[in-house]
């Protein structure tokens, strides 16, 4: 049937509402009922579905208490009271994961409830709190959440109760309750919150499925169309419609889950005009059971598959389900649900992905490929013939796939698949493969093997050569030798083939082959384990080779001190109150940036930027632009009614004339009505260039001495003089990769113009309120006084949102002017991670020299950073990296230096920890390399050079009230530390190719802002007539809670509930000046000016109070304003003293240090270079906490972020600086799966600091060093690794941890292979 002149109508339900579209654009996209990717989900592929999101299933509207939100359904509820939501802009995904998952189980194992969030992130929680409130469902959920004399506690089991427990299973280890006096456990609490309170999960609340769907789905459907601007979708609804209309349209894309064609047209600004979409086609779903195997219709989703998969499993002999088990453990870690869920089998064929998961294990089984044509059927093998080059396949264009067999595997036939990412859950594949070998019957010689490999050319390909050769040969060492030399020389690649680690490739066809050797001989040895067994048995400490992933359940436990007995249960300072926000957060109800209604005459903006490093600019064409439609201006220099010079250090450009220096520099911008229509516009417009040598990496800055001046310095004693001294004297070299923030709210700005005196309105992302308005003002030509910039929350912050919004506000500020109509603008992911910068990366060089016993005596270190194209905040990083060179050691003679590279890389800037991690991890590095070369434990070398209290830093600051000694002792106390490297030593003599490894790192964090003015803060608190308290002050809330501790501080100031406090936003009319939200420092400084303001109020109010000492607070207030006194006041505070002089190395940088020790254990696969984080325990000094569930959530979000930083996220540019790694698919960031299994944190008790408000101590920055305990543990790993390939000496790791780089220090036969260049050897880094 031929598609209808105009298209039809869409029907479907939201939220059980339904709506009908007439005009609908197929290349909209939009969320589902099922959880899926909302970018991805085409809107025409909703035609008579519900559609349920999180404001479908609970809100906050019912209130028990006038200020108390509460939230209506058990799943907003549970994530919210749990801590799980800190800036909530990942809470409503997570709420639907569980939401869909309780529906579709509504008895989950806490496995399910893992499995659930494969496809989820949060860059703030560190998933810990996430997965203890949902925990909560868990059918299994047998453990007591730490409650701390509540069922399951040690205490409350008795003393050989070996059940769950507050210590997380360890009853009676060190560290237990058991072992505390019962004065101290009853001091410290593990009661984050209080499950009792969760309502009950009540099925009948949940929205009921539309009854006209019900209906629908027994009527015939008829074909529908739908015809936007440029394309056009089609369903039919019968194979031969589907098979006719292909014959029409040849060049037609299928499309059933839209994830290969959602991100070519999303992101790589392909077109396809007409799209078939054969989701109602019954033979394109079906799944048949044949003779041979299981037959699936091409559109057939991969849960479908994996579910019907599992089933055979569960009812086959395993004989005949070799393969489909292969193809399980692919699909295991296949994406995440939300895209198994709606990709298809026939998809992932089709795309002819050559890294896909599945193709290898089809290619390998032989499986059968059934495609239609209007002339009719024909069956195909997927074999090496399948594929005939990148993308493309043997199937015609007027061809579809209609189903696929997979086929039973026989008996004496086995089957395993393998595969290797960047991180396990949700990434695709480095290499992938399928291996599948005969044997002849009842013998260990192989009749067929066929060995499949993604990820290693441009298709996936068949190894033929060594398949042939193994063909007729025995199962046994020689032709495990024979065919790893083999496929060493199939398997090559060329050193610049695309994709790079080359040699890590290379590597892993080898380990997996290994792997699928020993499984085979494994199941082989077992299957003839009679007398006449021809095999050789595994031997017993190459078994762990064949285990497949697993993770053992999640333990922990969060120990914090109570407050004192006797404080007023009315003030919250000291408890775990929840985030004031977390309910709106997790109903869907919180307003960012982007969710503020749409003005009426609103426009949008897209940026237009360099796609060279380097290069003149020639010209500028917008003219193509002005045909898109909704055109409205396109915007550059010439606009600017003010100066274009912008940038902290005046040496940046709103827009780039002459010159852009960087990929992602700003040149112009395209303003249009709608976001598609600017975006098509903008990449419309021609940019000429001429382009000039770029200068990428830190090597390179070095050889042509790029720097920004001035260079610092830091010397004390006499180096020259300690090494004379030393026993021995190490030199070595490190390098730290940079770090995307990936703030889940990318920036955002909507900018209205006011109409009078130059007045504007700016609604933005941003910590820094200051110098968004200073720079706005500047751009526009007016005082600052006419530019009001508001803030009421963002999606994280993490020190992306310092300075870099500013690139973004001024252009949207400059269209706006230009344009006199509000103008939008959010960055998509991969905008924001090209052009905005992350944190700086590190080249560490250094000279120590010590003694036999591991005592430093002197040090001579260098640092480069990498800056980027202009100066924003890099030498207050590098000053921070200086000043944090030390970490927490007495280092009595020192030279250090720090270079900030100016290279053509787009400006790097603040991030959380500001420089002090990459500072702190070259210290650890040789802090390691003396270890290994005194033959001393590591943790013995760096308690011998710990400071001491009293001690003088390396800049000269007295450390006082120095609390890390304790925290050591805690934590390798409360680890275990000494009988867990025992069993670590045990488990790496046993086991050849996994190894495990511990490291306890301490790390103090001096905390002020390093430029002194900065530690000012202001406030402003009005009270109302009716006692309410509306609170202002110069942070913002990026979630890290900062509001809600500012309300418990305001509240115990004024004697009065949290729940009369209220913080609507922060914006440059309420409080002026304010120093950016960063440093950790804004609780210290706000709070004090907080209390600040409200001292003032109380003063006012006390001869009120004086003549009514029994009034209340109301009545208090209403004498006051009738009495004529004021009832607002500004609060202001500055930290005293504080200020440092690098020249003479005098002053006080910092006013206090925040201290902290974590110990992590890890296990590697040497084989495939794969990590999993075992356990980690932290002891933390955080003073007396203002509030332990956000510290802890602070901690626990900043050590994740860390091992982000030291074992994952690695930003990867081309030699001319373009950056791969522009979104979630090629930058990898920490997901559910990889926190540590074992998590403990505690707070350090009794360590009030006399410093800060309330006596509490910051948090922010501090914790995220102590992620380096993984990296170490990491090397520590490695060492084992390398000292059974007879190598002991230390070694070069980089940071990130990647599997490339552990496999790569795993030296053995295989990479030894391999290898062209030394495995020492670092490749050149930015
Ligand atoms: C976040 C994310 C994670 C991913 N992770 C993985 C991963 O871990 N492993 C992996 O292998 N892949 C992964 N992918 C790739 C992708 O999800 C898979 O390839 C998926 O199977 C594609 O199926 P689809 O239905 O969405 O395809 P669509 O996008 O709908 O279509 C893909 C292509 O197949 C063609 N096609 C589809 N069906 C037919 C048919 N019956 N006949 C002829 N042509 C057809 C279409 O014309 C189109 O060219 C990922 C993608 C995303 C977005
Ligand atoms: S709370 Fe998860 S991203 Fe912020």
Redesign the pocket.
């Known amino acids: 049937m031929a598609p209808a002149e105009t298209g039809d109508e869409l029907v479907f339900f939201v939220n059980g509402k339904k709506v009908v579209e007439k005009d609908v654009d197929p290349e909209t996209t939009l969320l589902t009922h099922h959880t899926a990717?909302a970018c991805?989900f085409p809107i025409c592929a909703l035609h008579h579905v519900a559609v349920t999101t999180v404001e479908g299933i609970g809100n906050t509207k019912s209130r028990l208490h006038p200020a108390q939100l509460i939230v209506a359904v058990t799943f907003q509820e549970r994530i919210a009271k749990s801590h799980g939501s800190q800036c909530g802009f990942c809470t409503p995904g997570i709420v639907m994961s569980m939401y869909t998952l309780l529906r579709n189980k509504p008895k989950p194992k806490m496995e399910d409830i893992e499995d659930a969030f494969q496809?989820n992130l949060c860059r703030c929680t560190g998933y810990r709190p996430i997965l203890e409130g949902y925990r909560t469902f868990a059918v299994d959920s047998n453990y007591c959440s730490g409650v701390v004399n509540g069922t399951g506690c040690c205490r409350s089991k008795g003393e050989n109760s070996m059940n769950g427990g507050c210590c997380g299973g360890k009853a009676n280890g060190p560290g237990c309750c058991m072992n505390e006096k019962e004065e101290n456990v009853m001091m410290m609490s593990s009661n984050l919150f209080d499950s009792s309170e969760f309502q009950p999960l009540d099925p009948t609340q949940e929205p009921i499925f539309p009854p006209e769907l019900m209906t629908q789905r027994n009527k015939k459907q008829k074909q529908v169309c739908f015809k936007g601007e440029r394309v056009m979708w089609i369903q039919p609804t019968t194979l031969q419609e589907l098979v006719a209309l292909k014959s029409q349209y040849p060049s037609?894309?299928?499309?059933?889950?839209?994830?290969?064609?959602?991100?070519e047209m999303r992101l790589k600004n392909m077109l396809y005009p007409v799209i078939l979409a054969?989701a109602w086609i019954p033979e394109?779903n079906a799944v048949q059971h044949t003779e041979t195997g299981i037959t699936f219709g091409?559109?057939c989703?991969?849960s479908s598959v994996e579910e019907v998969l599992r089933k055979a499993v569960a009812e086959l002999p395993p004989y005949k389900t070799e393969i489909f088990q292969a193809a399980l453990e692919q699909l295991r870690?296949?994406?995440?649900p939300q895209?198994r869920n709606?990709?298809?089998?026939?998809?992932?064929?089709?795309?002819a992905?050559p890294?896909?998961?599945?193709?290898p294990v089809l290619m390998a089984s032989g499986s059968k490929l059934t495609l239609m044509s209007v002339e009719g059927k024909r069956t195909i093998t997927m074999d090496e013939k399948f594929f005939t080059g990148y993308r493309k396949t043997v199937?015609k264009p007027e061809?579809?796939?209609?189903s696929v067999e997979i086929p039973y595997s026989k008996e004496d036939e086995y089957f395993s698949a393998f595969k290797q990412?960047y991180r396990r859950e949700?990434?695709?594949?480095i290499v992938?493969c399928g291996m599948r070998v005969l044997f002849q019957r009842g013998t260990s010689q192989v009749q067929e093997v066929k060995l499949s490999y993604g990820g290693m050319a441009p298709t996936t390909i068949l190894a033929l050569k060594t398949c042939q050769e193994l063909t007729g040969r025995d199962w046994n060492e020689k032709l495990l030798q024979d065919a790893c030399r083999l496929l060493a020389s199939e398997m090559a690649l060329s050193p610049s083939a695309p994709g790079g680690m080359v040699e890590f490739r290379r590597t892993l066809t080898l380990s997996f082959f290994f792997k699928f050797y020993l499984t085979v001989l494994q199941k082989l040895s077992k299957h003839q384990n009679g007398p006449n067994s021809l095999c050789e048995p595994v031997p017993p400490n190459y078994v762990s080779a064949t285990e497949l992933f697993h993770k053992d359940p999640i333990a922990n436990a969060q120990l914090f001190q109570e407050v004192p007995r006797g404080q007023s249960v009315e003030d919250m300072v000291g408890r775990p109150l929840v985030h004031v926000s977390a309910a709106k957060q997790a109903c869907g109800e919180a307003v960012y940036c982007d969710d503020i209604p749409h003005y009426e005459n609103e426009l949008y903006l897209t940026l237009v930027t360099s796609t060279k490093a380097h290069a003149k600019i020639l010209s500028i064409d917008a003219s193509e632009a002005q045909s898109v439609p909704g055109y409205v201006c396109f915007v550059s220099a010439k606009d600017i009614p003010g100066s274009n010079i912008t940038g902290i250090a005046n040496d940046e450009t709103v827009f780039a004339e002459n010159e852009v220096t960087c990929v992602g520099h700003i040149i112009g911008a395209v303003i249009a009505d709608t976001q598609e229509h600017s975006r098509r516009a903008a990449r419309a417009v021609k940019i000429k260039y001429e382009e000039l040598k770029p200068i990428v990496t830190i090597q390179e800055a070095i050889e042509k001495q790029s720097f920004f001046k001035p260079t610092k310095r830091i010397k004390k004693g006499d180096v020259k003089k300690g090494f004379e001294e030393s026993d021995h004297i190490l030199e070595g070299e490190m390098y730290l990769g940079g770090q995307e923030h990936f703030y889940l709210e990318t920036h955002c700005t909507l900018a209205v113009p006011k109409g009078e005196d130059g007045e504007m309105e700016l609604f933005v992302s941003t910590q820094n309120l200051m110098k968004t308005q200073e720079f706005t003002a500047r751009a526009l030509g007016v005082p600052s006084n006419r530019i009001l910039v508001r803030v009421k929350r963002m999606g994280g912050g993490f020190g992306g949102k310092e300075t870099r919004n500013t690139i973004l506000t001024t252009v949207v500020a400059v269209a706006a002017f230009k344009t006199g109509r509000p103008v939008r603008c959010m960055l998509d992911r991969d905008e924001d991670m090209l052009i905005s910068g992350g944190r700086h990366p590190f080249l560490g060089r250094y000279k120590v020299g010590f003694m036999k016993n591991g005592k430093v005596k002197s040090l001579e270190v260098s640092y480069y950073s990498n800056g980027g194209n202009s100066v924003d905040l890099s030498h207050g990083v590098m000053d921070r990296a200086l000043l944090h060179l030390d970490n927490s050691y007495n280092i009595p003679n020192l030279s250090s230096v720090g270079f900030i590279c100016k290279t053509n890389l787009p400006s790097n800037t603040a991030f959380r920890g500001f420089g002090g991690p990459q500072g702190m991890m070259i210290a650890e590095c040789w802090m390691g390399d003396i270890a290994r070369k005194c033959g001393l434990p590591p943790e013995e070398v760096r308690k011998i050079n710990l400071y001491h209290e009293g001690d003088l830093t390396h800049f000269n600051q007295k450390l006082e009230g120095f609390t890390l000694r304790r925290c050591w002792d805690e934590c390798l106390s409360s680890s275990n530390y000494h009988a867990r490297r025992k069993l670590i030593e045990e488990f790496n003599k046993q086991n050849r190719w996994k190894k495990r490894g511990m490291c306890i790192i301490p790390t103090k964090f001096g905390i002020s802002f390093t430029v002194p003015f900065l530690n000012q803060a202001g406030a402003l608190v009005h009270v109302y007539t009716d006692g309410s308290v509306l609170l202002t002050h110069g942070g913002t809330e990026m979630g890290q809670g900062l509001h809600t501790k500012m309300i418990q501080v305001a509240s115990r100031s004024l004697g009065i509930p949290t729940s009369k406090i209220y913080i609507s936003e922060t914006s440059t009319n309420t409080v002026p000046n304010t120093s950016p939200t960063a440093a950790s420092v804004s609780a210290d400084i706000n709070g004090m000016a907080v209390h600040n303001a409200c001292q003032t109020i109380l003063k006012r109010l006390e001869p009120i109070k004086q003549s009514n000492p029994k009034g209340s607070w109301e009545q208090w207030i209403k004498t006051a304003y009738e009495s004529c006194v004021s009832l607002s006041a500004t609060g202001f505070y500055r930290i005293p003293d504080v200020g440092y002089n690098f020249e003479t190395n005098e002053g006080k940088p910092f006013c206090y240090f925040s201290y902290g020790v974590a110990c992590s254990e890890v296990e590697i696969d040497c084989l495939t270079g794969d990590h999993k984080n075992i356990r980690t325990d932290i002891v933390m000094d955080v003073g007396t906490s203002l509030n332990p569930a956000i510290d802890i959530g602070q901690i626990e979000g900043a050590f994740v972020q860390g091992i982000g930083l030291y074992t994952m996220e690695e930003l990867r540019y081309s030699p001319e600086g373009n950056l791969y790694t522009r979104g979630?698919?090629m930058y990898k960031i920490p997901a559910f799966g990889d926190i540590p299994t074992e998590f403990y944190v505690s707070l350090l008790r009794d360590c009030p600091n006399s410093k800060a408000i309330y006596s509490s101590k910051a948090v922010g920055e501090p914790p995220l060093f102590l992620s380096a305990s993984v990296f170490y543990a990491i090397k520590d790993a490695i060492y084992s690794a390398r000292e059974d390939s007879g190598m002991t000496e230390s070694f070069r790791l980089d940071s990130p941890a990647t599997p490339e780089r552990i496999r790569n220090a795993c030296v053995d036969t295989f990479t030894k292979m391999v290898t062209f260049r030394s495995p020492d050897q670092s490749t050149p880094v930015c």
């Not at 870690?333 to 995440?336: D, H, L, N, Y």
């Not at 890294?355 to 193709?359: C, P, V, Y």
């Not at 949700?426 to 594949?429: E, G, R, S, W």
Request: net charge negative; aromatic share 4%; hydrophobic share 55%.
């Open positions: 990717n991805l496809g037609a894309k299928l499309v059933v889950g839209n994830t290969e064609v959602g991100i054969p394109m091409a559109a989703t991969l870690w296949f994406a995440g895209i709606v990709a298809a089998l026939g998809g992932n064929i089709m795309t992905s890294i896909s998961d599945l193709n199937v061809e579809v796939l209609l990412a949700d990434d695709i594949a992938t979630p698919g």
